[in-house]
């Protein structure tokens, strides 16, 4: 029998659970927790262009990767100085939703030679033969038992074939935890604590036709990381034991708000106790792919352009509003050819094929998206002409307030499509947008300074993102091969951060110092203990409330 996880002909839709009974005989139901549940529609029951009276936030956006040391940085070695503060994460569980592990690396082995890994979800492995599990009725599981029975055959994966094609998950996971390799130089933050990994299938070809995504781009899709965040919860409460969730991958894509199915989600872990969430905050902060307007009261529109590079056929632009203002959109192409004024409604859509090119678009002006009540403006592009586009934006009410504009982040476009006058800031990509997660911004400890690509804040709501930062520019990790490998970006560091926190975890759970801990509570204490530079106004939208620093937060927790 087909799988629909896998199926081309289903889309899955996150749905909240009361409006679960509308959907009973139109897709199968799968639960994530109490708020959601994946619903797999038939894909001939959507309408890519008017979204078929389903809430834009119902569909799975998608992700990317957030990555492409010392722990002297991070306050850490001056900790374990003290002997009764020797911290090494033991006891405390690791969970890494990314593209797998390559966990025949001797960083994630113990001195006995036995993995690290208490187990492995791999959602790409699948086949008739798998049991059924209802929970998570995709994917491959592999427990600890069956890894380390794997590693002392000649060739392990004819047992666990799980692998890490890409290197990122295993970059990620080791940097967090990997064992000390004094020849190599590299040591994980917390080498004595226990991981747990996701390994993400790609988002599928029909959720990229949806987003007006390139096939061939690496990226994941929100449903797929909500099961693996579900399953990574389901393993820390049933052995009781505390869990750092590290999420190194974003997306520019939905209201940079704090609202949405992953954000409720995650909060809830957050609030918590033993449970903390880190989230790396974005690598665009020198893509160019933000535009930040305002209106005056007695401005009537604001026009503002962007080049399409040559290989960008296909991609998706939002434009947010603030409540009190509707605005309605015209767009001029490089050839001249004009797209009249769209007004916003319930459910306002406008198609037009272009006559000078082959250039078709779709634009959906949302005058109250469901979540934030926001005006919301979808512009879909396909075989988009390259060349400078320039949008117009009318003040129907000629009220004061501000605008912003995101074109996609990470792989999923070139650099050679971009605002001409484009914003660094409000540049956060979700989820380290949303208020729960200790959101990571990254700098260079061999320059002193933000790191160039670190996003930078705040939140379209103002929220305060960053909230720390730490190294995150050529950070030595495992390779998916027996090697190390240089990582950089705003996933770097929030797998350092995500070390820090488990050792506090250790400290305070696993020591008995403050059994009931919660994720916010952690990110308070760290907060209290960063380094701050006496000349930077905090909080900086650039460096949060300033570098992490596990020694200065425990200066703090003393009187």
């Avoid at 959907?23 to 890519?48: A, C, H, R, W």
């Avoid at 939703?97 to 690290?116: E, I, M, P």
């Avoid at 859509?349 to 403006?377: H, M, R, W």
């Avoid at 390779?479 to 490998?485: A, D, K, P, R």
Wanted: charged content about 20%; overall charge negative; hydrophobic content about 35%.
């Amino acid at each position: 029998m087909e799988n629909k996880f896998y199926s081309e002909k289903f889309m899955e839709l996150i749905i909240p659970n009361p409006l679960l009974s509308t959907y009973e005989n139109q897709g199968t139901i799968t639960n994530i927790n109490n708020l959601y549940s994946i619903v797999q529609m038939p894909i001939d029951k959507i309408d890519f262009c008017s979204l078929s009276g389903f809430s834009y936030s119902y569909f799975p956006t998608c992700y990317t990767l957030e990555s492409t040391i010392t722990s002297e940085k991070l306050g850490v070695e001056r900790v374990r100085q003290n002997p009764n503060l020797a911290l090494y994460g033991a006891g405390v569980l690791i969970g890494v939703v990314d593209t797998g592990v390559y966990y025949q690396h001797k960083a994630f082995l113990f001195n006995d030679s036995t993995t690290k890994l208490y187990s492995i979800w791999d959602q790409t492995i699948y086949s008739e033969d798998t049991p059924v599990n209802e929970e998570f009725p995709y994917g491959t599981f592999y427990s600890k038992q069956e890894i380390n029975r794997a590693l002392t055959q000649k060739n392990p994966l004819d047992m666990v074939p799980s692998t890490d094609d890409n290197g990122h998950g295993t970059a990620i996971a080791g940097i967090i935890a990997g064992n000390e390799d004094i020849e190599n130089d590299f040591a994980g933050v917390a080498p004595l604590s226990e991981l747990i990994v996701v390994k993400l299938k790609q988002a599928k070809k029909v959720v990229r036709q949806f987003f007006s995504l390139s096939q061939e781009v690496t990226c994941y899709q929100k449903s797929d990381i909500m099961m693996g965040i579900k399953y990574i919860i389901d393993v820390a409460r049933k052995l009781n034991r505390p869990l750092v969730l590290c999420i190194a991958v974003g997306s520019s894509q939905g209201g940079d708000d704090g609202l949405g199915p992953l954000s409720y989600y995650l909060n809830d872990i957050t609030r918590a106790p033993r449970s903390c969430v880190v989230a790396s905050g974005g690598n665009e902060g020198n893509t160019n792919r933000h535009y930040f307007g305002s209106f005056a009261k007695e401005d009537e529109f604001k026009e503002f352009e962007f080049r399409v590079g040559e290989k960008d056929k296909a991609f998706l632009m939002e434009i947010w509003m603030q409540p009190i203002q509707r605005l309605s959109i015209e767009m001029t192409s490089p050839s001249g050819e004009k797209v009249s004024n769209v007004t916003p409604g319930i459910r306002q859509l406008k198609k037009y094929n272009f006559v000078f090119g082959p250039t078709k678009v779709c634009i959906n002006n949302i005058a109250t998206e469901s979540e934030s009540g926001d005006q919301l403006i979808l512009i879909r592009f396909e075989n988009a002409q390259d060349g400078l586009w320039k949008i117009k934006l009318n003040n129907i009410d000629k009220t004061p307030s501000n605008f912003n504009v995101w074109l996609p982040s990470g792989d999923l476009i070139t650099r050679e499509t971009f605002f001409l006058q484009s914003d660094p800031y409000i540049t956060i990509t979700a989820p380290g947008s949303d208020f729960g997660p200790i959101t990571m911004g990254a700098y260079d400890t061999l320059e002193g300074g933000i790191s160039t690509f670190s996003s930078k804040g705040f939140t379209r709501k103002d929220i305060v993102k960053p909230d720390l930062t730490a190294p995150g520019t050529l950070i030595k990790s495992p390779s998916n091969e027996q090697g190390y490998v240089t990582v950089s970006g705003t996933g770097s560091a929030a797998a350092l951060s995500s070390g820090v926190v488990a050792l506090l975890l250790e400290w305070a759970i696993l020591k008995g110092n403050y059994t009931g801990i919660t994720g916010s509570e952690i990110k308070t204490f760290l907060i209290r203990g960063a380094r701050r530079d006496e000349n930077i106004d905090y909080p900086d939208r650039a460096w949060g409330y300033g570098q992490i620093d596990l020694y200065g937060t425990f200066q703090k927790l003393t009187f």
